[in-house]
């Protein structure tokens, strides 16, 4: 397959996904500091819900405001296409296979030199679930609305804006060490961050926004699944 052609002149740069992030971050830290303020008592499970939409929808408005209201684009212009989809599809399932092989090891490989780390929250959502209907929720965070928008703004908005400035290789990069960071996890950063470049390379091979989110759904899945039966089949 070819690279990802580039446009002349992408309609937007770094100072617009930028402001998309920093609205990811006010709607992720804002709705936080909405639960405390409140005082809603809610579980856990439906906090990281209600702050996944309102990420989200942020996400998507920013998304949505840059591309269509902006500049009169369709969201094709970030990959999104019906075309090759059936190919892209594939893809994605053998490179979220492959990706989740990546992680998993590379974790392995740091654990040795940094044993017991901390888990993540999201992980104790899926391990202390008592069955399969408490999954429902983290599935849907894990394997429809994460990978929908992540894939959305740090594969087809953030990866060619910083392509089209630095280069493929600073854009692989740069992407996957923004993915890694804002997921808050010292420790995980470096799996994460390869993940991320994978995902950007899915994309830049395919053309098709469509295989990194079946790749990174697909991930995800394999990670909750394993993550929910391990601990009842030991």
Excluded: C
Excluded at 209 to 216: Q, R
């Amino acid at each position: 397959m070819k690279h990802l052609e580039k446009e002349n002149k992408l309609p937007w740069g770094l100072r617009d996904t930028l402001l998309v992030l920093l609205g990811l971050l006010v709607a992720g830290y804002g709705s936080g500091l909405v639960f405390r303020v409140s005082g809603w008592q809610l579980s856990l499970v439906y906090r990281y819900l209600l702050v996944g939409l309102a990420q989200a929808i942020a996400v998507l408005a920013g998304l949505h405001y840059f591309v269509r209201w902006k500049n009169g684009l369709g969201f094709s212009a970030l990959g999104l296409k019906a075309e090759g989809a059936g190919r892209a599809f594939v893809a994605g399932l053998a490179g979220g296979l492959g990706l989740f092989f990546l992680v998993i090891i590379t974790g392995a490989l740091l654990q040795t030199m940094f044993p017991n780390p901390s888990p993540q929250p999201f992980a104790d959502l899926v391990t202390n679930a008592r069955g399969p209907a408490d999954l429902v929720i983290p599935l849907f965070l894990g394997t429809v609305l994460a990978p929908l928008t992540e894939e959305l703004y740090f594969r087809g908005f953030l990866f060619p804006a910083l392509r089209d400035r630095y280069g493929l290789r600073a854009g692989l990069m740069g992407s996957g060490a923004i993915f890694a960071l804002l997921h808050l996890d010292l420790w995980r950063f470096l799996p994460l961050a390869l993940g991320g470049i994978g995902l950007a390379y899915l994309y830049d091979r395919t053309g098709n926004i469509l295989a990194s989110i079946i790749a990174h759904a697909t991930w995800n899945t394999i990670m909750i699944l394993l993550l929910y039966f391990a601990l009842r089949w030991v």
